[in-house]
Every structure is written in C-alpha cells, then in structure tokens.
C-alpha cells in the first residue's frame, strides 16, 4: 500500500471513529435529532473520501502491476465491479 495514501485513511478513520462515538453519545442524550443527522452526514462524507482513497491506491498500485503483467482481463474486470458498486451508493 502506498505510504503516504495510508497514513490518509488511518488518519481519516481516526476521525470516524471520533464522529461514531460522538454520534452515540448525541442519540444517548437525546440530543436534536437535526444535529445527529448532520454529524451522521459528516460521518458518511468522510467514509466516501477512504473509499476514493483505496481506491486511488488500488488503481495506481495494484490495477497498475496487473496491467503491467499481461493481466489486463483481471484489472478491468476489477474497475468495472468497482465502478458498479459506486453507482449503487
């Protein structure tokens, strides 16, 4: 995995984790129901940008060496699962 695009996502579920605990906490007091469904859509923001991360990761590690050894069926089967997952979301 790519160095720099890992400590990204650890840092970036650092932050999720910090906002679930935070979004049991809310739901415990019984805080505005508004304010939880904004920090869960903070929440949910955040885990799209570890996706895009991994993803970025993938394509240019893992897509890359597949090409490069002749296995071009596997790296595009893989994009295009990728791909209809995404339109799913």
């Known amino acids: 995995m790519n160095y720099a695009i890992k400590k990204k ?20 007091r019984e805080d505005y ?23 970025e ?5 893992h897509v890359v060496e597949q090409i490069k050894s002749g296995n071009v069926a596997k790296a595009t089967k893989e994009i295009l699962n990728v791909y209809k997952l995404s339109k799913n979301k």
Not at 33 to 55: G, P, T, W, Y
Not at 57 to 61: M, Q
């Open 9 to 28: 996502v650890i840092r970036r579920l650092k932050i999720i984790e910090g906002q679930v605990r935070g979004l049991r906490n809310m739901v415990e």
């Open 33 to 55: 129901c508004i304010d939880i469904i904004n920090q869960s859509l903070a929440a949910k923001s955040a885990l799209s940008v570890v996706e895009d991360l991994m993803l």
């Open 57 to 61: 990761n993938h394509l240019s590690c």
